[in-house]
Structure formats: C-alpha cells, structure tokens
C-alpha cells in the first residue's frame, strides 16, 4: 500500500498530540510485513507491505486511513517467486496456453 496523507487534517491531529497513537493502532491492526514512513512528492506517506488474500479485504485496510486522515490509497499487487511459478506463465506463451 502507498497512503498519501494531506497536511489536514494530519497537522491538527499533531497539535492535538493524538496522531501517533492513531498510526500505532492503524498499523497495529493491519499487520504489516513492512512498514516505512516517507515523504513522496512532499506529503507525508506511508509505504506498508501488507498479505491480502482477497481483494474483500481493501476496504478494511484502505478505510482507516481515508476516515482517519483523508489519505489517498494505492494498492499495488506483488507476488513471490512461488505465486509467479504458481500462475502458470510459461503455458501462456505456448499454443494451447490460456
């Protein structure tokens, strides 16, 4: 996921001394594999490798962050090696592929 946060209400919640233990919770709840906290194209960003085994569950990772902070989320699918040899790529190419 690469969540994108605006100054506001982001800024508000610093001045009011409750933003870290909202991003301790987020995080905590989704249990991330990675978490790295950056700037991308001067915004605040958070960058958190998550396991999703089914699209059902992007609202319940996107959500808090939308409701908490009015970011912007952006989910991008990886896969292991293992989930690559698992789809079957080289039949694709080959007649009677898919």
């Known amino acids: 996921m690469n969540i994108k ?3 506001e209400p982001f800024n508000t919640l610093v001045r009011h001394g409750t933003v870290t233990g909202i991003m301790r919770s987020l995080v905590d709840n989704a249990k991330p594999e990675a978490v790295y906290f950056t700037e991308e194209n001067g915004t605040r960003s958070v960058i958190m490798v998550v396991n999703m085994k ?3 569950e992007v ?8 409701l908490n902070f009015d970011a912007s989320c952006e989910m991008r699918v990886a896969m292991t090696p293992a989930d690559l040899e698992k789809a079957g790529i080289d039949k694709i190419a080959h007649p009677g592929g898919r």
């Open 5 to 7: 946060m605006p100054n």
């Open 59 to 66: 609202p319940a990772y996107a959500e808090p962050w939308f």
């Open 54 to 56: 089914d699209t059902s």
